[in-house]
Each structure stands twice: as C-alpha cells, then as structure tokens.
C-alpha cells in the first residue's frame, strides 16, 4: 500500500497459513481480522430490507435487492478503506446518497489522485482483488454467496463484477413478489485511475448494513460529470437524462472548470481547448436536445423508475428539457 492507502502492485501478500490478506501496515490487519469478527447482520434482514421499500412490482423488487447488496459493497469498501484513494460518483451515487428517484446499476468510482500524474509513482497500477476479497468475506458472513472477478486491462477505466445469489443461495426468502432462486444479480464496479482534475469531494454516511462514510463528488462536481457523458456520449443513456432533470430540479449547476477539464480529455472536443463557459454550456446542451432519440431514452429508463413515475416518463422530449435548461439560464 503507498500513503494514500492505494492498493499497488505487489502491495498485497496472501498469507497461505491463515488465508488472509496481508496489508503492509499492522493497523490495516488489525482492521481486516476485527472485520471478520463483527458480521452485519443476519441473512433475514435482506428480505426484511425489501418488504420496507415496499416494491410495487417483481421489477422494483430487483431494484430494491440489488440496491440493498450495493449498499453492502460500499459498506465493504469503506472499512478497507477503499476511500481513502477513490470517491463515489454517477448515478447510483445520487440514489443512495442524496436520495433521487431511479435505480441504477453500476458502482462508479474515481481516483482522487490519478495514476497517471505528477503525484503518482511511476510503477502505480489499481488492482481490485484485495477489495473484491473483502466484499465476498463479508458477505459471506451473513450468508450472501458472491462470485467476484476483476477485468485486466491497459484502460483508465479499471473493472469488476459481483455476481449474487443463484442456485442453493438464494438472496432472502419471503420477498413480496416471487423470485426465481437460480437467478443471479450483477453489480459492475468500475474505478477512473486518470479522471479529469478539478472535481471537489466530500464526506457522506451511508447507514445500513452499517453506518459507514463515504467520500463522493459533491453535487456541483457529479452535474460536471453528468453533463460531460450527456454531450460526449455516443448513444442514447435516458438514465442521463434523468439525472439532468434531476439536478436542474434541485438548483444545481454544473462545476465548469471540471467540466472543461472532462471536454479536453476525453470526447468530440478532445484536445481542442474550449473554453466551457456558462453560454457555450447552454448552446452545447441546446443541441444534444435537440438530437436525441426521446423514444429510445423513455426506453432505457423505463424499468429503473418506479410505477408511479412510468407517467411522467411519457412526457419526455425536447420541449420538456429545453424549459428545464432555461430555468437554469433564468437563475
């Protein structure tokens, strides 16, 4: 492990005998067995968990289950001290910790010192599987069966997969709607180790399994990076454009000098410098409206929105959107 606690190459030891991972420091193994010794809680509280969230449909029960295991993930993450080096941001993000109304999929992650960088050491490399371990050891101990893998690659964008439940694991029993037992959920964790400099960070609190921190993107940072994949993005994600209505429902605006930092390094306007002002912000967005295919977007976003919201959906197009980019020009 270097300073920031960044799990780097050959930074991690298997100790064959006691088939633990080893840390370079004591106090990180000290933390790592205490861990083995408080579980969360029992394999009951899952289901209990569901039937609170009050799922309309066998759907939202999915979504309420695999919220509920993400939470445990991030749980997992912050007593390996996995933010120490990494904050939360994305969609998923906004869901659990500030509340917005859709599910969402991914654990999306970036470094807050990039590996590629003037702070970093030259032989820095990511590696998930000391944090995948974690995941899958404190699991288990509430009998949640996990498959974990981690994707190698030469990308910024480092990978994993937890995949739970299936056959002879069932994830709760009990549940409001019917569920297959052979059926797995899939969470995909993904990690930027060279985002865009700029972003600002903050402290939030997750509380179940446990009551744990969380380093995320303030709000501002998140609006920046949202906006960045809904002009850069080469296909239609209406979950996007979900968390844009969202945002711009909440006052937000987006932090632009991170955002010109996200244009210059990765898009159509890669390399050219823009000055992303406030008007050039407007005008840019102005068009991606105007361009999108709404049926498509009202697709995607379809099955991560409640009923209640499956109406309002309906109403997506460019009139909508446009009135809302305006009230933020009005501000």
């Not at 994305?90 to 869901?95: A, I, V, Y």
């Not at 429902?249 to 930092?261: D, E, H, Q």
Request: aromatic share 10%; with cysteine; net charge neutral.
């Amino acid at each position: 492990m270097d300073e920031r606690g960044s799990p780097l190459k050959g930074g991690w030891t298997r100790d064959p005998e006691r088939g633990r991972w080893q840390g370079d420091r004591a106090g990180e193994v000290g933390e790592r067995n205490q861990a083995r010794e408080t579980p969360y809680m029992n394999t009951g509280i899952l289901a209990e968990q569901v039937r609170l969230l009050d799922p309309g449909s066998a759907i939202e029960q999915e979504n309420c289950l695999q919220e509920l295991l993400q939470q445990y993930v991030l749980a997992s993450l912050s007593r390996a001290r996995f933010f120490s080096l990494a904050a939360f941001h994305g969609g998923t993000c906004l869901r659990i910790l500030h509340g917005a109304g859709r599910f969402s999929e991914d654990l999306d992650f970036l470094l807050r010192v990039p590996l590629r960088g003037p702070q970093s050491p030259s032989d820095a490399e990511f590696d998930w599987r000391p944090y995948l371990q974690r995941i899958r050891d404190d699991l288990l101990r509430d009998d949640i069966h996990v498959e974990v893998q981690s994707h190698d690659s030469n990308s910024a964008v480092k990978k994993a997969w937890i995949k739970a439940g299936g056959t002879g694991h069932p994830l709760g029993g009990n549940l409001p709607f019917p569920r297959r037992e052979a059926k797995k959920i899939r969470i995909k964790l993904e990690v930027d180790a060279n985002p865009p400099a700029g972003s600002i960070l903050e402290t939030r609190y997750i509380t179940f399994p446990i009551t744990v921190p969380i380093t995320v993107q303030n709000l501002e940072s998140g609006f920046a990076g949202k906006s960045h994949a809904l002009l850069c993005r080469p296909y239609t994600k209406g979950r996007d454009w979900y968390d844009f209505l969202w945002y711009l429902g909440k006052g937000i605006v987006p932090l632009l000098p991170f955002l010109s930092n996200a244009i210059q390094q990765q898009g159509p306007w890669a390399g050219q410098g823009i000055d992303v002002t406030p008007e050039w912000y407007v005008s840019a967005m102005r068009a991606r409206i105007e361009e999108i295919d709404w049926v498509t977007a009202r697709a995607d976003v379809s099955r991560f929105v409640v009923l209640r919201e499956q109406r309002s959906i309906e109403q997506w197009g460019p009139h909508l959107f446009l009135q809302f980019l305006e009230r933020m020009v009005a501000r």
